[in-house]
């Protein structure tokens, strides 16, 4: 993919967020980084688990699980570039407990099939927009490595949301639309409202009371 | 890998299974392969899983969940080349029962750490070595394209194999051993008896009564 077809698509998943990253994220997380690299390999670790469970899930569409298994490998490369920047920096392990985002995101899709398919492809391509947003507001701001690597991550997660997004509109003709719109209200207030743990998918930190 | 490490890991991971693949397994799947193909695509989809969920339960062993993102990396780039084969043969979807052998030999296994993560770790390799045994079987009896494809397998979880079975030795030093020869009693039991139904780790089918 050119560069500027690459800069199209990360624009294009930026244009569909219903709000934009609040600036006092933005400042938490340059401040936060190395904490905030741990969570962030965990979300490409779950990135390639959520297409893993979409090919196990709907096994009979055979172009899907195709482009979900290409997916799910680009994924696990980024988990381990991600790791082994931790390496570098000498960032050790630690058991995180989970923000809020992936899971309040989740309580909002339908339960059951037709609409369930077209739900799960619309929130991971949500979820890889709000990405590559993210990627693009912080990597200008960290050291040069990182820098490199968040850009590299941030045409992928472009990528990854058209074509989830591609698939939604398939499944659905008639109605992606509406239920998109629906869903990013909910995916925007997940990423801007105040929030107990600091993330990469979360809002900025509460003041303390 | 040169051809020569590579056939060395092949022969070494025959060499743990505790009884060979029978010659009527070999015949019925040689009859059967097309059907087979939709089971072995399974098999690597699920062999990407089980590398995945290791890399969840064990976070805090970055080695091992570095290389098992590769593992599963590789395991999803056979599913596609085995879906791609599936498309030029004709072969369409359909859902299959679960065979007997992962389920059961799951079973086998402990429940509780430490000892459940050296179970786990034992039991891919044995299903590596397996796995590197069949496509031996078999590969030469196949159609040109498939026999090629089965060539690049078997190196492939020849590999698979000794990086399960060093991971083992690492994490249970004196244990391994004796926990490898029970765990490989119970599927070469799985892989020989007579079974119900045709998969790519079953015995062979029992005879009709």
Redesign the interface.
Same mark, same amino acid.
């Given at each position: 993919m050119s560069g500027l077809a690459s800069l199209d698509s990360v624009q294009t998943a930026a244009s569909i967020l219903r709000a934009p990253t609040p600036p006092a994220w933005v400042e938490q997380a340059v401040r936060s980084w190395p904490q905030l690299l741990l969570d962030h390999a965990?979300c490409e670790?779950k990135a *390639? &688990?959520t297409a !893993?469970a979409l090919? =196990?899930t709907y096994? $009979?569409d /055979?172009a899907l699980? !195709?482009a979900l &298994? /290409?997916v *799910? +490998?680009e994924e !696990? +490369?980024h =988990? $381990?570039q991600v790791? +082994?920047a931790m390496?570098t920096l000498g960032i050790a392990?630690a +058991?995180q407990r989970p923000g809020r985002y992936a899971q309040q995101l989740r309580g909002a899709l339908r339960s059951a099939d037709p609409g369930r398919k077209v739900d799960l492809l619309l929130m991971s391509a949500l979820i890889e927009a709000r990405s590559a947003e993210r990627f693009a507001l912080v990597g200008p701001r960290l050291p040069a490595p990182l820098a490199r690597l968040y850009a590299e991550l941030m045409s992928a997660e472009g990528r990854h949301f058209a074509l989830y997004l591609g698939f939604a509109c398939s499944a659905a003709p008639g109605e992606w639309r509406a239920r998109l719109t629906a869903l990013a209200e909910r995916e925007a207030w997940l990423a801007t409202a105040p929030d107990r743990t600091l993330r990469f998918h979360s809002g900025p930190l509460q003041p303390e009371s």
């Open positions: 965990n670790k *390639a &688990s !893993l090919m =196990f096994p $009979e /055979r699980t !195709l &298994s /290409r *799910a +490998r !696990l +490369r =988990f $381990e790791v +082994r390496n392990f +058991r």
